[in-house]
C-alpha cells in the first residue's frame, strides 16, 4: 500500500519538483541572500559607522513553510525571512529603500509589498520564482552567519510583528525537531497538502487551514503513530480528525512559558482564545492559534471531509479502492443550490493583484458576519479558489461561497434568509482600503445553480444537468426583495446594476 501511494504521489499528482527546479529554487535562494547582504552593507556605511563595522555588516535569509520542511511542491512560492541588525528597520529600510533595490532589478517583477498584513511581507517573483520574503530586525550590531534562529533570546527587546515573523522558521524547526521520521513526515504531509487542495480546504485566508496547519496536524499523528510508513499515517490521519473533539487542542509540545513576557494561546487566561472554533498550536515560543480564522462553517466542511476520506481509506485498506479514489476533485459547484460569486475588478493586472489581496484577506470575515445574522443556521462555505472570466475587458477575479439549510448541501428548502446586513457590512469593511484606484471595483451577487457562469465549469462548458432537477422546487432563499442577495446574476449585462446596488449603499 504504501508503494502504490508513493507511486501515485510521484507518477500522477505531480507534488514533487524536478531536479531542475530545485537547482533553480537554490540558486534564487543565494541570489537574494546576496542581495540583502549588498544592502546591509550600503546602509552601514551610508550611516557613517565604522569601516570595521562595514566589513562585519550582514543579513541572513531562512526559510520557512513547505521550503523549509521539505514538502515544496512544483510552482510554490518560496517563504523566506531575512534577518538583519538592530540599526536596519522594517518600515523605511525594508518597505522603502530594499523595495526601490528590488523594483530595478531585471529579475524582479509582481512586486507588491504588504507592510500592514498581520505578518508584513514583501511579494515578488524572481526570475519567474514566486517569493515571500519577510524582515526581522534582531537587537544585535552585528548578525553572525552561525545564527541559530530557535533561540529565545532573539525575542529580546522586537515588536510583534518581529516575533512573528521569526516564528514562522522557529515553528517550523521545532516542528522537524518534534517528529519521529522525518521522511515519513514530509511524504505524508506532501500527501495531505495534495488531498486538502483537491478537496477544496487549503486556504488559512478564506476560513480553511493554510501550510503550518496541515504540517502540525500531520506531524501530531506521527507522534501518535511513530513506527507507521505514510500510507497508515495517511489512513491514521483521518480516523483522528474525524472524531476529535473539538475546540480540544491540537498540539506538538507543552505550552512554554518565558520571562520575555509575550502572550502565548491560552484560554484559561485570555478569554479571546476560548471562542476559537479549531485551534491548532504552533511549538515554538510564543505559542499561538495558527487557525484562527476557521469558522463553524468551515470546520464543518472539513469534518465532512475527514469523514468522506476515512471511509475511503478503510476500502483501501481492504483492496476495495485504489488510492486515487482519494484524490478526486470535490465538485463545489454541484454540492449547493445556492451561491454568492464575488467579483473583483481592475484597471489592469498590477491593480486587480493588490485589490484582490485586500479583498481575500476579508473574505473570511464575510463568513462569519452570515454565520452571527443567522444563527449559525445557515452553512457558508466559501471555496478557496480564484475563477478568471477572459472575456471581460478588465482585469477579473472572482470568488464563490455555497449555501445550505444544512451541512453538505441538503437544503430542506423550507427556510428564508436575508443576509443583505451581513453583505453590506463586508462592503462597507472592503471599500475602506486606503490604497484604492479608478477602476477598483467589487461586485456581490446571487446566483443559483443552473445560472453558474461557464468559466467555473471545466475547458468553460456547463456540465449537463440530470432532467430529474429541473422541476424540483426551489432551495431557501439569500434576498433581497428581488429573491437574491442584491443585484441579480454574473453577466456583464448586470454590472451595471451591481455597481448601482453596492457603490450607493
Known sequence: MNIELEKFLIEEAGVYESKKEATKGVQVLQRIEQIVKDWVKQLTRSRGYTELLVEDANALIFTFGSYRLGVHYPGDEIEMLCVGPSYVNREEDFFFILQNILAEMEEVTELQPLPDAHIPVMKFKFDGVPIDLLYASISLLVVPEDLDISDASLLYDVDEPTVRSLNCCRAADQILKLVPNVEHFCTTLRCLKFWAKRRGVYSNVIGFLGGVDWAILVARVCQLYPNAVPSMLVSRFFRVYRQWLWPNPVMLCALEENELGFSSWD???????????????????????????????????????????????????????????????????????????????????????????????????????????????????????????????????????????????????????????????????????????????????????????????????????????????????????????????????????????????
Open 267 to 505: 484560554p484559561r487566561k485570555n478569554p479571546r482564545d476560548r471562542t476559537h472554533h479549531m485551534p491548532i498550536i504552533t511549538p515554538a515560543y510564543p505559542c499561538k492559534n495558527s487557525s484562527k480564522n476557521v469558522s463553524q462553517s468551515t470546520l464543518r466542511v472539513m469534518v465532512e471531509q475527514f469523514q468522506y476520506s476515512n471511509n475511503i481509506c478503510e476500502k483501501v485498506e481492504l483492496f476495495k479502492a485504489e488510492w486515487c479514489a482519494l484524490f478526486e476533485p470535490y465538485l463545489f459547484f454541484e454540492s449547493y443550490k445556492n451561491y454568492i460569486q464575488v467579483d473583483i475588478v481592475a484597471a489592469d493586472v498590477d491593480d486587480l493583484r493588490a485589490w484582490k489581496g485586500w479583498v481575500e484577506s476579508h473574505l473570511s470575515q464575510l463568513t462569519l458576519m452570515i454565520e452571527r445574522d443567522t444563527l449559525g443556521m445557515l452553512q457558508c462555505h466559501p471555496y478557496p479558489r480564484e475563477y478568471v472570466d477572459t472575456n471581460k475587458q478588465c482585469a477579473h477575479s472572482a470568488f464563490f461561497y455555497g449555501f445550505a439549510e444544512e451541512a453538505g448541501g441538503k437544503d430542506s428548502g423550507s427556510a428564508q434568509f436575508d443576509i443583505r446586513g451581513p453583505v453590506d457590512e463586508f462592503m462597507h469593511s472592503v471599500n475602506m482600503y486606503m490604497f484604492w484606484r479608478p477602476g477598483m471595483e467589487i461586485y456581490v451577487s446571487h446566483v443559483r445553480r443552473g445560472l453558474l457562469p461557464p468559466y467555473v465549469f471545466p475547458d468553460g462548458f456547463r456540465p449537463p444537468r440530470p432532467s430529474r432537477r429541473t422541476s424540483q422546487h426551489q432551495a431557501h432563499k439569500l434576498s433581497c426583495d428581488d429573491g437574491e442577495v442584491c443585484a441579480s446574476g454574473s453577466s456583464e449585462s448586470s454590472l451595471k446594476k451591481k455597481k448601482d446596488a453596492y457603490m450607493n449603499s
